[in-house]
């Protein structure tokens, strides 16, 4: 069963008697196409069908009992959504941008081992990232990462530039990279004084050294040195 719960700028579900305002998804014979901030499935609920994001991107996250969330991981165009174990979904996932889903049935072995093994290795990345990162090196992780994710096609100036869409906002960033607002936002003007990245509007970033962003990732490189 699919739950779609749109939700308010503080991310509390909406109340019923002001849904009717809010954006509908739109289900095709193929596919399904919801708006920004509506929610796929919600953890805890029993599991629902398994979708490939055709367009968009979705944010899958867990929330802690005081409120706070984590989220879990960034996903983009041609992966796969609601895998896990269990018939109650141990997370949510909910749409950073206006999304196109695929319903997939029962995944090609193929594809869900493919997929499983993505998300480990993505499980084990976001690890490392929160527990011996810095904040320039998450951040920079963050880009390389949607940049893979979001390019947008032939809107790359410089060669080896790559421009890309930044479906989250600087709060989503913080909870995926367990950082305060502030923090990502003074590391985005870093990166953009030492010439790795440029933007004019927050959502359409171009990273200009990929080489160096990723040096910076990885612990090898500085700011400094950029």
């Known amino acids: 069963m699919l739950h779609v719960l749109p939700k308010a700028a503080d991310g509390c579900p909406l109340p019923p008697q002001l849904l009717s305002s809010r954006p509908i998804p739109r289900q095709t014979a193929t596919t399904l196409q919801m708006p920004p901030r509506s929610t796929v499935y919600l953890e805890g609920f029993a599991r629902g069908p398994q979708y490939r994001v055709i367009e968009g991107c979705v944010a899958v996250s867990q929330t802690l009992p005081d409120g706070r969330r984590q989220i879990i991981d960034m996903v983009g165009p041609g992966r796969l959504l609601g895998l896990g174990l269990g018939e109650h979904n141990r997370c949510s996932a909910e749409t950073l941008s206006y999304v196109t889903l695929e319903p997939v049935g029962k995944a090609e072995p ?49 060669r080896g530039s790559i421009c890309f869409t930044l479906h989250p906002t600087r709060g989503d960033l913080a909870d995926w990279l367990g950082l305060t607002v502030e923090t990502v936002s003074r590391c985005f003007t870093r990166l953009k004084r030492a010439g790795l990245i440029d933007f004019r509007h927050p959502e359409i970033v171009t990273l200009l050294k990929p080489e160096a962003m990723a040096a910076i990732a990885a612990g090898t490189g500085t700011l400094a040195s950029a």
Not at 136 to 148: F, N, Q, S, T
């Open 110 to 158: 193929a594809d869900l081992q493919d997929a499983l093994h993505e998300m480990v290795l993505r499980g084990q990345a976001l690890a490392t990232l929160l527990g011996r990162k810095s904040a320039a090196e998450r951040v920079a992780y963050a880009i390389l990462d949607l940049a893979g994710q979001f390019a947008r096609p032939g809107k790359s100036g410089k």
